[in-house]
């Protein structure tokens, strides 16, 4: 009975087109969250991320999502949503609530405070992607663009029990 290891199969590694697109990617993706980061801190004295969470809680019926749907909108793990909404807490702009239908579970709520602050900042953030972004792009090339991150996406959040998802860590 033969017990060797089979061979490793050869890693498929990328093309030099490939390569080129890959780190274009990179490149474009860290320039433009940093650019994003630094007009929030600028503007509101928040990051970016933080700036997503008053958006999602600001866009619900009562300003107030359940913590576990925020991380999944989100796209970060609990741990990481659990420390910010803090920070948001300490500035005033989130405040956290008890679900009355599960002991466990807690809701963001957006305060009138951290709602002003959205509504002040939104149209610097709008400004600065549309430059940063939407405004270098003609019209195939945002359609092509929008569809290719929708099918990447759909392909990294898999929709099986055992997925392995940063809101469910």
């Known amino acids: 009975m ?20 890959w780190r274009a990617y990179m490149h474009a993706t860290t320039l433009l969250e940093d650019h994003l980061d630094r007009q929030l801190q600028r503007d509101a004295g928040m990051p970016h991320i933080y700036y997503g969470l008053l958006v999602q809680l600001g866009e619900t019926p009562d300003r107030r999502l ?5 991380a999944m909108n989100a796209k970060i793990t609990r741990s990481r949503l659990s420390h910010a909404v803090a920070r948001l807490e300490k500035n005033g702009w989130v405040r956290r609530e008890n679900c009355p239908s599960d002991k466990r579970g807690q809701f963001a709520v957006l305060t009138d405070e951290g709602y002003e602050v959205l509504r002040r900042t939104a149209p610097g953030h709008v400004a600065a992607v549309r430059q940063a972004l939407f405004d270098r792009l003609g019209p195939d090339q945002r359609k092509a663009f929008g569809e290719a991150m929708r099918v990447i996406a759909e392909g990294l959040q898999p929709k099986d029990a055992g997925a392995d998802l940063p809101w469910l860590r």
């Open 2 to 21: 033969n017990t060797a290891p089979a061979p490793a199969e050869e890693p498929r590694w990328l093309t030099d087109e490939e390569q080129r697109i």
């Open 66 to 70: 359940r913590m576990t749907e925020l």
